[in-house]
């Protein structure tokens, strides 16, 4: 089963706009990641969370992480063609397997495509 | 820094072949891992190391091998490739809360 769920899977918007993608997990995150990745190549890490409530901006994506942690979202304020690509939110796997730096698990990404 | 490399790049396999992945990184980082990505499927964890001569399972380590014999390197091997291997298989490696991917390899096995 999916142990992260994001949503939406896909996302059409028009640039200018604003928009949020979601990041659910049924466990607590004790490390919340998000990736940028352009269709065909790697991932660009964007930021990491660990605290409930924490926030964290970088240029026009802003990411927080709920109280309970268990909740994360990406927030992009004015959309730009550059924008446009595969969100991944991946979390610490030693939530699930119990201790150490065992890798990430992911979620299956949301693809986001950017009008003019 | 480099950072992770990846290499090669593009590789076409015939089925029964075999073929080693190569990841290299040049932060001294500790725990390394192999990942594969698939339409649908997301990003799934290999095979993984927690430090030179170690390594361990992932989600999805069958038809794969992996060794760490130097802290910088990781390799991954495929003994006898098969089309559902077919895949883009990403490098990464992880340290203080932040973890850095290769650029991919995309591998075709027909």
């Known amino acids: 089963s999916q142990e992260l769920e994001q949503s939406p899977q896909s996302l059409i918007v028009q640039e200018g706009k604003n928009l949020t993608i979601n990041c659910t997990s049924s466990?607590?995150?004790?490390?919340l990641y998000w990736y940028k990745q352009k269709y065909g190549e790697g991932l660009i890490f964007l930021m990491m969370l660990q605290k409930g409530g924490e926030e964290k901006s970088h240029e026009k994506i802003t990411a927080k992480l709920d109280e309970k942690k268990q909740q994360s979202s990406l927030h992009i304020t004015a959309s730009q063609p550059s924008h446009a690509g595969i969100y991944l939110c991946?979390?610490?796997?030693?939530?699930?397997?119990?201790?150490?730096?065992?890798?990430?698990?992911f979620g299956k990404g949301t693809h986001l495509i950017i009008q003019p | 820094n480099a950072g992770v490399t990846q290499t090669p790049k593009f590789r076409v396999l015939k089925t029964g072949q075999s073929m080693t992945l190569l990841c290299a990184q040049d932060m001294n980082h500790e725990y390394m891992y192999w990942y594969r990505q698939d339409p649908g499927m997301g990003l799934r964890l290999i095979h993984y190391?927690?430090?030179?001569?170690?390594?361990a399972k992932g989600e999805v380590p069958d038809g794969y091998n992996v060794s760490r014999l130097k802290k910088q390197n990781f390799l991954l091997g495929l003994e006898s490739a098969a089309p559902s291997q077919t895949s883009v298989y990403f490098c990464a490696s992880h340290r203080r809360g932040r973890c850095y991917f290769g650029p991919g390899t995309r591998l075709t096995v027909t």
């Open positions: 991946g979390a610490d796997i030693a939530m699930y397997s119990g201790g150490g730096a065992d890798g990430l698990t």
């Open positions: 466990k607590t995150l004790y490390g």
């Open positions: 190391s927690v430090g030179e001569g170690t390594t």
